[in-house]
């Protein structure tokens, strides 16, 4: 096990062992008990110190893990003796590097793409290893086409007495069936909910996930899954992922359709038919709903008038800005900006 602090704090402290707790019974992903204590600390500095302000970390062997959640405690310890526990909760699960094609089988001329050769190969060229599936008819359940052309599952995989199996487990990357959280196909689902859905997936050795395209939207998503996915994931789908970005990054100004389309060099009806494939919209309501975001985020955190926030969000008019907030949001934005700071 690897390590990792940053110290905040003004004095100097000291690693002095780690701790691990394990689910009680091997399942119940609630009640953990120690299990083991190690001392034999390869730290960082050498002199396991650290000062204040400051990084360090060790380097740490022990047995075997099983797959499953697990409690990890540092104990520190300071000039004068006294110890403190850091403490942090993870799944334990293999440490690979995994790239996913997304939505890789689809329907070509009355054949599933992952039963044609050359598309297949295609991906591995592309050291593509990961794809947006569960079971596939002619491939997943064909196993010497499946042995010669293995991509790894990343999907809903509901059936954990299939799935959480040895047989399995290794042809699995994550669960993933959420998708990106921040958008939710139009309604963006609250932190709470996602915990919810991925619950049910806590007692099994199945790794689950979430994909996140926005920095801002990362410290609220980020630790609800075991592996939290960035942007990068859309390998094959480069277009909606720079047209995404280039209307993050522009959407408060007088910017259209058109020139997000422009930007990539595409046609507009291929930018829509993408952007409705990757997140089910087109780009006139992606650059409405980033608008919709900086409002949103500047009557939380700002005094400025609503003219103010709909002349730096890119609306003509601060009317327009109050009827599409009320209609997409379901009440005024003053109401809103209430609601936020009580």
């Known amino acids: 096990m690897v390590v990792h602090v940053n110290h905040t704090g003004a004095n100097s402290t000291k ?12 399942k119940d992903p609630h009640v953990f008990r120690l299990t083991h204590e190690l001392e034999q600390l390869t730290c960082f500095p050498t002199n396991a110190t650290l000062q204040g302000d400051s990084r360090g970390g060790f380097v740490v062997n022990c047995d075997p893990l099983p797959r499953s959640y697990a409690v990890v405690e540092v104990q520190m310890a300071s000039g004068d003796d006294e110890v403190e ?17 997304g939505w890789i089988a689809s329907d070509i001329n009355g054949r599933n793409s992952l039963t044609i050769d050359e598309y297949v ?118 277009a909606a992922a720079s047209a995404l970005r280039f209307i993050r990054e522009h959407a408060c100004q007088p910017i259209t ?12 009806s291929t930018l829509d038919r993408c952007l409705h494939a990757a997140v089910g919209h087109s780009a006139t309501a992606a650059i409405m709903q980033a608008r919709l975001a900086s409002v949103k985020s500047d009557l939380a955190e700002t005094d400025l008038s609503l003219q103010a926030i709909a002349s730096r969000a890119g609306f003509a008019s601060v009317q327009h800005l ?21």
Not at 208 to 225: K, M, P
Not at 260 to 267: G, N, P, Q, Y
């Open 121 to 238: 190969l295609t991906l591995s060229k592309m050291h593509v290893n990961t794809g947006q599936i569960e079971e596939v008819p002619g491939y997943t359940d064909n196993q010497e086409r499946y042995n010669r052309f293995p991509f790894k599952r990343f999907n809903r995989m509901q059936d954990l007495s299939r799935y959480d199996t040895e047989e399995l487990l290794p042809t699995i990357h994550a669960v993933e069936f959420i998708g990106e959280p921040q958008y939710g196909g139009g309604r963006p689902i609250p932190p709470q909910e996602v915990w919810k859905l991925l619950a049910p997936y806590h007692s099994s050795r199945l790794p689950t996930s979430v994909t996140l395209s926005e920095e801002r939207t990362w410290l609220y998503y980020a630790g609800l899954s075991d592996y939290p996915h960035y942007d990068a994931y859309r390998v094959i789908a480069p």
């Open 85 to 101: 526990s850091l403490w942090g909760f993870l799944k334990i699960k293999p440490d690979v590097f995994d790239i996913s094609g």
């Open 322 to 342: 109050a009827n599409l907030f009320r209609e997409r949001v379901g009440m005024t934005a003053g109401r809103y900006r209430r609601d936020m700071r009580h």
């Open 15 to 26: 690693f002095k062992l780690l701790r691990l707790w394990l689910p009680d019974g091997g």
């Open 257 to 268: 359709a058109e020139d997000v389309a422009a930007h990539l060099a595409v046609s507009r």
